[in-house]
């Protein structure tokens, strides 16, 4: 019989682990299974040139629709995987037969961190994870309406930046004194603060949300002890591992399902990828990534491991951010110990920041800076060692930084 290879999770990480998967010459078969209404699509626009309304649905899907089949991968969409039976080789589902196994694939994501003050299921509260917010809140975004953005991180942020475009009047609540706290500098948190507010967003740091006021629906906001008016409620406050079928099943999960670096649990027959994963990354210690680097690049591992071709997966995580006119572009992990060298001049809106540890290159932050990001992303990976001065000077191109 032909080996089985079931797939929980239709996102980013599953349909990259179908194609690796064929690619790798997997013969046997395929199916991947998802909860949502839509077959994989990728999320990183719905809060930027999708809310704009200057990116059209169709682009969202990763795979055309004729791929699946294409590839002999059964898409089974609608459909809630409900628990792992191990022993069996099973996967239950919450409606329908179970599926048999011989190797699965947990690429399950994760799901919005909810707001738990007084008023947060009151209509008008919005989230944004999957295509279905994005048109919830579509219907409300009307040029003059009072959105209260809950969290002044990357989801947060862009959606102000749209907002803004789109002519409502924003505010943002964040309970930090900066903005991206948990993901950039403070280098980058000034200069983004001063962004949006140019832009007319207005900020509140250090105001934790209290509660969301209204009657029937969203009228306000109390934080800080102040109320303000409000019409849309969008809460950006982080997300949660969709972990639980894995511990359930018993295996290791701490916030994420624990793999190796061929992305496998403690389960020989079971592998998992993406934002759902805890694994060692490059620099040696157990993380949790949330983006689409790292769905790929592991979902590409997984894939290698389940046809007998581990390969370790140590590459260096980058990400993305649009907000405005503005391309924020990372790579590598900083820590506030690092060393920070700043390359060009944020008043041109143009320029990184590096960070230094030990003397090598660790992250890069480069905003409309597409060579620092480039290269700074390659001396990342090489941990090389560069002076500061010499990687301050502008009159020396990053290419011979390279070099
Ligand atoms: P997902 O793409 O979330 O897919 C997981 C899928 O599994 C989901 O469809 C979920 O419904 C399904 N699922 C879960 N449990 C079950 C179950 N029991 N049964 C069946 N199906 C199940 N990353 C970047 O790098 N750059 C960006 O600019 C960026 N912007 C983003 C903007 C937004 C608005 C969002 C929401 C995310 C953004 N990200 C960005 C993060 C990026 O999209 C994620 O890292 C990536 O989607 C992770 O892929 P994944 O396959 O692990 O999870």
Request: hydrophobic content about 45%; aromatic content about 6%.
């Amino acid at each position: 019989m032909p080996e089985k290879i079931v797939i929980i999770g239709a996102g980013q990480a599953g349909a990259q682990a179908v194609q690796s998967l064929r690619a790798e010459g997997f013969g046997g078969g395929i199916t991947l299974i998802g909860e949502e209404s839509w077959p994989p699509y990728q999320r990183p626009p719905l809060s930027k040139a999708y809310l704009l309304g200057q990116f059209e649905r169709p682009r969202l899907f990763l795979k055309p629709d004729s791929f699946y089949a294409e590839a002999g991968c059964e898409l089974r969409l609608n459909a809630r995987a409900r628990a792992i039976h191990r022993a069996e080789r099973l996967v239950e589902m919450e409606s329908g037969p179970s599926i048999a196994y011989d190797k699965l694939l947990l690429a399950t994501g994760t799901r919005v961190r909810k707001l738990t003050c007084p008023g947060a299921e009151l209509p008008g509260v919005h989230y944004l994870r999957g295509i279905d917010d994005v048109d919830a809140l579509q219907a409300v975004f009307q040029s003059g309406a009072r959105l209260a953005v809950v969290g002044g991180g990357y989801i947060g942020l862009e959606v102000a930046a749209v907002a803004a475009k789109r002519g409502l009047d924003v505010t943002v609540f964040e309970a930090m004194d900066r903005l991206m706290a948990r993901a950039v500098s403070p280098q980058l948190s000034a200069f983004y603060a001063a962004e949006h507010a140019k832009a007319g967003v207005k900020l509140m740091l250090r105001t934790g949300v209290e509660a969301i006021q209204g009657t029937d629906r969203v009228e306000g906001i109390r934080a800080g002890g102040t109320v303000y008016p409000a019409d849309i409620v969008l809460v950006g406050i982080g997300v949660l591992a969709n972990d639980d079928l894995a511990r359930v099943a018993g295996l290791g999960c701490e916030d994420g399902i624990i793999v190796d670096k061929n992305a496998r649990t403690g389960d020989a027959h079971i592998w998992a990828a993406g934002d759902c994963t805890r694994h060692v990354g490059h620099e040696g210690h157990a993380i949790r990534l949330e983006c689409v680097q790292n769905a790929i690049d592991q979902a590409k591992h997984a894939a290698l491991a389940m046809v007998g071709r581990p390969k370790d997966y140590s590459e260096v995580p980058w990400f993305w951010s649009d907000q405005y006119d503005l391309k924020l572009q990372i790579a590598g992990l900083a820590r506030p110990t690092d060393m920070i060298v700043q390359r060009g001049d944020p008043a041109n809106r143009k320029f990184a920041v590096f960070h230094l540890r030990d003397g090598a290159v660790a992250a890069v932050e480069a905003v409309n800076a597409a060579p620092e990001y480039m290269i700074g992303k390659k001396l990342v990976a090489e941990g090389r060692r560069i002076a500061p001065e010499r990687l301050a000077d502008l009159s020396v191109p990053m290419k011979q930084m390279a070099a």
